[in-house]
C-alpha cells in the first residue's frame, strides 16, 4: 500500500479552496479521503463503511461492505411504498373513474376543508395517490432510483421515517399555500428523498452536481414554477421536510446505536409537529 500522497499547498493563501484528485482516477476531483489509507478518492470510488467511505484496494482486504452507488442490499421499503402507490392507482383504471381521475381521491387526497372537519389521515393518505399515468410513473421513477441508494445506506427503519416525514412536509406545504385545492402524489416525499441525498453527499464532501442529484434537483425544482398545476408547496414543504429530516440522520450516521435511535426520535418529533402543524393551519 503506497503512502498517502501530502496535501497540497493551497494557492493564492490561506483562503484557497484544497483540490484533491482520486489516486485512481486523476482527472477527477476528490474532496474525500479514504479512511483506511487516506488517499483521496472520487465518488465512483467511495464505499461506505462502519466508519465512513473507503477505496476499493482498501475495501477488497476487509469484510464486505456496502457501495454508495451498487449496494447490495435491496430497497424493501421503497418497493412496498411503490406497490402501496399502484395499487391506490388501479382504481383509475376502471371505468367510470374518469380521464386521468383516481375515483379514491374523493375520501383520501388533501383538502383543507375535509381535514378541517376531522379528516387528518388526507395528510398521509395523498402521497400514494396520483392522478394519471404520467404523474404516478414520473414518481416512481424518481423513488426507486433515490430509494436504491438511500435506503440501503441509512437502513430500511430509517428510510421509512425520513419518507413519512418528507411526505409530511409536502402536505403542510400543500395546505399553507393551496388549503382548498385537492391535492395527492408523492411529488412531496420524492422531493424530501432529493433534499435528503443532498444533504448527505454534502456531509461527506461529494459534490451534489457532480452526482446528479443536485442536477435532478434543479431541474424539478425549475418544473415546479414552470407548469401549471403542480403543486408548488407540497414540492417546497416536501424538500424542507425531507432536507431536515435528512440533516438528522446524517448528522448520527457514524455515531453508536443509540445516537442513530436519537436521530431517529428527533425525525418522529418533527413528523409530529409538522402533522400538528398541518391540523391547525386549516
Do not use: K
Not at 498517502?4 to 482516477?25: I, K, L, M, T
Not at 387526497?109 to 372537519?117: K, R
Not at 403542480?230 to 435528512?246: D, E, K, P, T, V
Amino acid at each position: 500500500m503506497s503512502a498517502p500522497p501530502p496535501e497540497p499547498a493551497p494557492a493564492g493563501g490561506e483562503s484557497a479552496r484544497v483540490v484533491w484528485a482520486c489516486y485512481r482516477h486523476p482527472g477527477r476531483e476528490s474532496g474525500v479521503r479514504c479512511r483506511r489509507c487516506e488517499r483521496p478518492i472520487c465518488p465512483d470510488c467511495m464505499i461506505t463503511a462502519p466508519v465512513g467511505f473507503q477505496c476499493p484496494e482498501c475495501v477488497r482486504q476487509a469484510p464486505p461492505v456496502r457501495s454508495l452507488r451498487s449496494l447490495a442490499s435491496r430497497p424493501v421499503v421503497s418497493y412496498a411504498l411503490i406497490a402501496a402507490s399502484v395499487a391506490a392507482f388501479v382504481p383509475s383504471l376502471g371505468p367510470g373513474a374518469g380521464p386521468g381521475g383516481n375515483p379514491l381521491a374523493v375520501d383520501f387526497a388533501l383538502y383543507g376543508p375535509a381535514v378541517a372537519a376531522g379528516e387528518w389521515w388526507r395528510l398521509i393518505t395523498s402521497g400514494f395517490l396520483h392522478y394519471g399515468m404520467i404523474h404516478l410513473a414520473f414518481n416512481m421513477i424518481i423513488l426507486v432510483q433515490l430509494g436504491a441508494m438511500l435506503e440501503p445506506t441509512l437502513g430500511r427503519l430509517r428510510f421509512g421515517v425520513l419518507y413519512g416525514t418528507a411526505l409530511l412536509g409536502g402536505s403542510f406545504g400543500a395546505l399553507l399555500l393551496q388549503p382548498g385545492a385537492r391535492t395527492a402524489g408523492a411529488s412531496g416525499a420524492v422531493f424530501g428523498l432529493m433534499g435528503a441525498a443532498v444533504v448527505g453527499m454534502r456531509r461527506r464532501g461529494v459534490d451534489p452536481m457532480q452526482s446528479g442529484i443536485g442536477g435532478l434537483l434543479a431541474i424539478n425544482l425549475v418544473l415546479t414554477f414552470l407548469i401549471p398545476g403542480i403543486s408548488i408547496g407540497g414540492h417546497l414543504g416536501g424538500l424542507a421536510g425531507g432536507a431536515a429530516a435528512g440533516a438528522l440522520l446524517f448528522a448520527t450516521d457514524d455515531g453508536d446505536r443509540g445516537l442513530r435511535s436519537a436521530g431517529v426520535a428527533g425525525c418522529v418529533v418533527l413528523a409530529s409537529v409538522v402533522f400538528a402543524g398541518s391540523v391547525l393551519l386549516v
